[in-house]
């Protein structure tokens, strides 16, 4: 009688743990902490006063209808693009505006100016893509500090993955400053490629990127990419909820010119950088050139993320051929990860060297628990 009743306890102890492990792998959202000193600050305000002495800024507020709402509450979609559209300089209204899941498609171009207490707010959306800046096919596109607040939590579905803060598909010589992307059902940013044509000459300067669905920032297709002090934390919603993901969806598509410097990841559920190549390779070599300089990551389930299994595809013959170039990781760093450098299972050896350079060695003496590590060439040094 005391065994059986001993063993009932037991269990029941087990059973009532059960609730609280599962409940301890949830995410949980962290406010953003021990920024690097490398991430430099933008002084917001010293560089609004600078565009608007230099440039003829029109204040599309005068599009609005007289007496606006301004507290984000009014759909005004129609009014700003008609705003955007009759003019290449512009100033957005100084509060909060709602658009709808149409977005916002910005000319060629066009030079786009948020005030300082410019914000726009998506109205819940049942779409399963968006963009709520769109610079598709365009050019000459210069945005300072894009306020944007997507619909997550407010999404009329559990449809999609794709609504994205601002996306950038076969577009040249578009610049984001200061941006600050907030709970999008997709990514935060997004460049894609369409019809053949990838982007090129892309900035994307002082970020921060917070608690969007599917990624932080997703680069898809181009040859020529600068990224400087940028934040990405908090991803998490839908696979593969990482904070900058690298990720080809075809063999046509580039990761060229790639230079990423004094990145922070923080608290994305999976990776806080991955490169995924798999879809990238097929019967024409691309030569890749990825170089990222100061990036430390802390809370992200894995720091670096590496993938570049193969893809059957038994539509081309030549899947074989493999990838080429290079992808250096120079002065990184991580904390409180599973994994501070992860190779995902199945990777095989393309002609890609893989440089590693920790800020402290003695971290990344097991980098991965993948039996194909061995397979890939990475140097640490």
């Known amino acids: ?91 957005m209204p100084n509060f909060p505006i709602l658009i709808n899941d149409n977005g916002l498609d910005i000319p060629n171009n066009t030079l786009v100016v948020f005030n300082l207490n410019s914000q726009i707010k998506l109205s819940p959306s049942d779409k399963t893509n968006y963009q709520v800046l769109r610079m598709h096919n365009k050019s000459n596109v210069t ?44 990514d935060g940013i997004y460049l894609g490629q369409r019809n053949g044509k990838t982007n090129e000459n892309i900035k994307i300067e002082h970020a921060l990127i917070d608690n969007n669905r599917r990624n932080g920032i997703s680069v898809i297709s181009v040859d020529g990419l600068e990224m400087s002090n940028v934040i990405i934390s908090n991803t998490n919603g839908t696979s593969p909820e990482s904070g900058l993901d690298f990720e080809p969806n075809h063999n046509s598509e580039f990761l060229k010119n790639i230079n990423v410097n004094n990145l922070y990841t923080f608290n994305n559920k999976t990776n806080g950088v991955v490169v995924y190549l798999a879809r990238l390779r097929g019967s024409v070599q691309k030569d890749v050139s990825i170089t990222i300089n100061n990036h430390t990551d802390r809370y992200s389930r894995i720091s670096l993320g590496y993938s570049s299994v193969v893809i059957q595809n038994k539509n081309d013959k030549q899947i074989d051929v493999p990838l080429k170039g290079f992808i250096n990781y120079i002065n990184v760093d991580s904390y409180n990860s599973k994994h501070a450098f992860r190779v995902y299972d199945g990777s095989i050896n393309d002609e890609i060297n893989v440089k590693l350079k920790p800020k402290i060695k003695s971290k990344y003496n097991k980098i991965s628990n993948s039996s194909s590590f061995n397979k890939i060439k990475v140097t640490t040094k």
């Open 143 to 186: 945005v300072y500090s894009p306020k944007i607040i997507g619909d997550r939590y407010e999404h009329l579905n559990t449809k999609g993955e794709w609504g994205m803060g601002i996306s950038i598909v076969s577009s040249s010589n578009i610049s984001i400053y200061n941006a600050n992307i907030t709970n999008c059902w997709g």
């Open 1 to 91: 009688m005391k065994n059986w009743f001993r063993n009932t306890v037991i269990i029941t102890l087990i059973l009532l743990c059960i609730p609280l492990a599962v409940k301890s792998q949830k995410f949980e959202y962290k406010k953003v902490t021990a920024v690097p000193n490398f991430i430099k600050s933008f002084d917001e305000k010293a560089k609004l006063s600078e565009l608007k002495k230099s440039n003829n800024l029109v204040d599309i507020t005068k599009y609005l209808p007289n007496n606006p709402n301004k507290e984000g509450k009014v759909d005004y979609t129609e009014y700003l693009q008609k705003g955007i559209n009759e003019n290449r300089a512009i100033l």
